[in-house]
């Protein structure tokens, strides 16, 4: 791409409409993936399924998801990221009414843990197609608004849940079928708007800085791609550090609620507003450490990851320490969201660094299935804990309280294994 065309109006524009439909996909994708634990009550009390089970439905999910990643992300390096990202939609939106239809625990396993596949359609092919039209030096802030999509499709998804249960008192089977029509909406949108590189709509596919990362690959099988992955230490390291990051952010989303809505949640002030802060903070952050390593440090992101991680172990100290109810413990957790979730936006961005635009949703794909089956390792070691807290004169909040010190202990590992990746 000339430095001519890195400047062209038309070019710009499609840029932006290709960014746009790609964030407005996944800012519904979360309503596909997010809303089983407001359906547990509701499932609970009709079918008589305890939360132990309903627990492995949950982690069905999570580990499709996993192996999902490793595969989509390479066949959207082959089909391109506008088709498997609207396809997956599509699949989620299906697979999310025949949940609904569940009536035991095989059927609900069955079809969430399909889900999981489906969904993993979304997050790599999308990376593919933002890489395409971003260069180096400017996929930190591409990846951050990518990264804000994702982090509001959270607090998106708690809405509408709350929609269909509170204020259009539908049952659970309903948090399966409602929401999931906007993800429908979304996906058309890509499919509509959006195209897998500049050079499907008239322009230059390669960016003027190209040079100074990694040259593109000839055309590779994907069992080729899957070699160079497999064989860069650096993205392996890379796939350790976000696993450890992925044990952090889902450890709080998780066990957080736990902590502040207990049975006297209605005493507290504080518990009605944290699920509203921790995503919040969370989407706020992946948008500031994308921009930072764009602007502050030469697309370098290794520093950027080991400082925010270094800082969400700090925030969540600081909630460990700090009395329950306390005054400053909102904004303590946001600022323990913003920096826990905050650097996936670097990681997303870090990959096709790594491996070059050619191989990005391979790469992506690979950190992915770092990222959650290192999630899905850690939370049942996280319940574990809390539940046998040696710490703990008495069970409950006091107990739970262990979560935010062993979220700290996987940021400073994250944080140590990212300052080993170099460029």
Known sequence: MSA???HDPAFLHSRRRVL??????????YTGRQTFGFAIPGIQAELGIDKQT???ISAAMLWAYAAGQMVN???????GGRRMMCLGAVCSFALNWLTSFGIGFKSLAAAWGLNGLAQ????APGSRLVSNWFGAHERGRAFGLYVLAAGSSSVLSFITSLVVLDVLHLDWRWIFRLPVILMLLGGLIVWLVARDRPSDAGFSDTHADEKAVVLEAPPETAWQRYGVAFKNGRLLLAGLAIGFQNTVRYGLLIWVPVYFLGKDFKDDPLGKWISIAL????????VASGWISDRFCNSRRSGVIASFMIL??????????MPRGHLLGLPVLFLAGFFAYGPQSAFWALAPDLLGRARAGTAVGVMNFFAYAMAGLGEPFIGWMVQHNPFAATPGVESVALVFPLVAIFAICSAVLALLIRR
Do not use: E, I, R, T
């Open 20 to 29: 746009g439909a790609v964030m407005f996909c996944y800012l519904f994708y």
């Open 312 to 321: 969400a172990a700090a925030a969540a100290m600081g909630m460990y320490l």
């Open 73 to 79: 992300g390479n066949l959207g390096d082959k089909f």
């Open 4 to 6: 001519a065309q890195q």
């Open 279 to 286: 995503p919040v903070g969370m989407a706020l952050g992946a």
């Open 120 to 123: 993993s359609m979304g997050w």
């Open 54 to 56: 309903l627990g492995w």
